[in-house]
């Protein structure tokens, strides 16, 4: 199970990689693992504006679906079309070309609150 030390991480299992003015938003490896092969995203948020918390959009795997939450309070601006025909690049590639969503921060200070790699090591491995 790979974790990428330069990201932030939710106890959620998104995680966030701020650049510039713009944070690209996905899942962790640990949560696709969990999850097993995804067969959809769903983003049905593009365009608007959520709360830290609230769910932007959904995975569908074979036997179930996740809602997926925003970790910082923000406009969603893009959702990663390639995941849409290609949804098993979450499970291949979950920190690249798996990435969900984009955000423009409403305060990029949020950024900060979110969890490290090795304050999101110790919630996964307890």
């Not at 106890?11 to 959809?40: C, K, M, N, P």
């Not at 769910?55 to 849409?84: C, R, Y």
Request: glycine fraction near 8%.
């Amino acid at each position: 199970m790979k974790i990428v030390e330069n990201l932030k991480y939710t106890s959620e299992h998104e995680w966030l990689r701020l650049e510039g003015d713009v944070a690209y938003i996905g899942i962790t490896d640990y949560a696709q693992e969990q999850l097993g092969d995804i067969v959809f995203v769903d983003v049905p948020t593009v365009g608007e504006t959520l709360d830290a918390g609230e769910v932007f959009g959904t995975i569908e795997v074979v036997k179930t679906v996740s809602d997926l939450f925003l970790p910082i309070s923000g406009e969603i601006i893009e959702f990663n079309e390639a995941i849409e025909d290609n949804p098993e690049l979450v499970n291949n590639d979950p920190y690249g070309e798996g990435w969900i969503i984009k955000v423009r921060p409403a305060n990029s200070a949020d950024v900060a609150e979110l969890l490290t790699a090795e304050a999101y090591k110790e919630i996964i491995n307890g």
